[in-house]
């Protein structure tokens, strides 16, 4: 097997979630699951995490199919890491009612020498002191460094995770984190104020409205996938994430200004991602994508926000040009 492109850490988990659609327990999760899946569509991932003894064969077995490359998927003495939410009130914010660290608690990531050379890093929501560790160990640094983050840890870790914002180039976060986080209550001043950390880019996940993507040079927004029925919401940042980088790296794009271009198709590709992820509970419908559904979801996408520009600098129709008469406030 050659070596990954794209090097994926965050948590491996076994999740309980509630929805109105119903209820699973211990089903395969964690932030490294979705983004590693997801980005495994498009390039090859490495996973790096930990697991306890009780981690099931078939979902190793699964992620392999799924051509990630599980060598830093460490097994340790003890349970995997639990997380159980619950939807049931919104779909678009999930309400933690217990998380068991377990294996994690004494976590300490150690790459291997093919892993630290990996060129995309992306830094799935974990403990920021972890996410931290991970990027020290690269070397060279990698081409394109991204990372997420949760409530929880801009809480009680923000001293790390501003240390970590500071070092990578493109942050993804939901827009109530990037609020919490800059302390802003609009989504336009905390992209502002986030930005000012050095990143070259900033994607804001914004749920069931879609993302929204801020550089230096441009913004770009594309909405979510309008979708009938969501099942389960939990892994959709992830797979985005998943989608976003794991196509960067299949093309091999920075996140300058000339990749542009680039960077809107990822935002699309991310959007694709986590639009199969909802569709049933966990990596279900994520895990059984086909590419013919992967290019005809995009190729949906592009559809939907297709318009042409006005042409000729004419602007729009002005019914009143003609008749010398300005519109007053009192019509506008
Ligand atoms: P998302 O829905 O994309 O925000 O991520 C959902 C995943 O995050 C679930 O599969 C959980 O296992 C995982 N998760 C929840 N809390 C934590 C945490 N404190 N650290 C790491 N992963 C977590």
């Not at 349970?79 to 377990?102: E, H, I, K």
């Not at 923000?158 to 609009?186: C, H, M, R, W, Y």
């Not at 309008?226 to 892994?235: E, S, Y």
Request: a negative charge.
């Amino acid at each position: 097997m050659t070596d990954p492109s794209i090097l994926v850490v965050g948590s491996v988990a076994y999740d309980s979630v509630a929805s109105p659609e119903g209820e699973r327990t211990e089903q395969l999760g964690g932030t490294a699951v979705f983004s590693s899946i997801a980005s495994g569509y498009l390039t090859r991932p490495g996973l790096v995490g930990v697991v306890g003894t009780d981690f099931r064969d078939e979902d190793v077995a699964m992620l392999k199919n799924h051509g990630v490359d599980v060598s830093g998927l460490e097994v340790a003495d003890g349970n995997t890491f639990r997380w159980a939410g619950s939807y049931v009130d919104d779909l678009n914010m999930a309400v933690t009612l217990d998380t068991q660290l377990n294996v994690f608690e004494t976590f300490n990531p150690t790459l291997s020498s093919d892993h630290a050379g990996t060129p995309y890093l992306f830094l799935g929501n974990i403990n920021p002191d972890l996410q931290l560790s991970v990027l020290h160990q690269m070397s060279p640094r990698p081409r394109v460094v991204a990372c997420d983050t949760m409530n929880l840890w801009i809480d009680i870790k923000k001293e790390p995770l501003t240390q970590l914002i500071d070092l990578v180039d493109v942050l993804l976060i939901n827009e109530a984190e990037a609020e919490q986080f800059t302390g802003e209550a609009s989504m336009v001043n905390s992209a502002a104020s986030l930005l000012h950390h050095g990143l070259k880019l900033l994607v804001i996940k914004r749920g069931e409205y879609g993302a929204a993507v801020f550089h230096g040079s441009f913004s770009f927004a594309v909405p979510a996938y309008p979708m009938a029925r969501v099942v389960d919401p939990t892994g959709a940042g992830d797979s985005f994430a998943g989608g976003f980088m794991g196509y960067l790296a299949a093309v091999g794009s920075g996140v300058e200004d000339e990749d542009a271009e680039a960077i809107r198709r990822a935002t699309v590709v991310g959007s694709v991602m986590a639009s199969f992820a909802v569709e049933d509970f966990g990596v279900e419908r994520l895990r059984n994508v086909t590419h013919a559904e992967i290019n005809e979801r995009f190729t949906g996408f592009v559809n939907l926000t297709r318009f042409h520009p006005l042409d000729g600098g004419q602007g729009l129709p002005t019914p009143w040009a003609d008749t010398g008469h300005e519109m007053s406030d009192a019509k506008r």
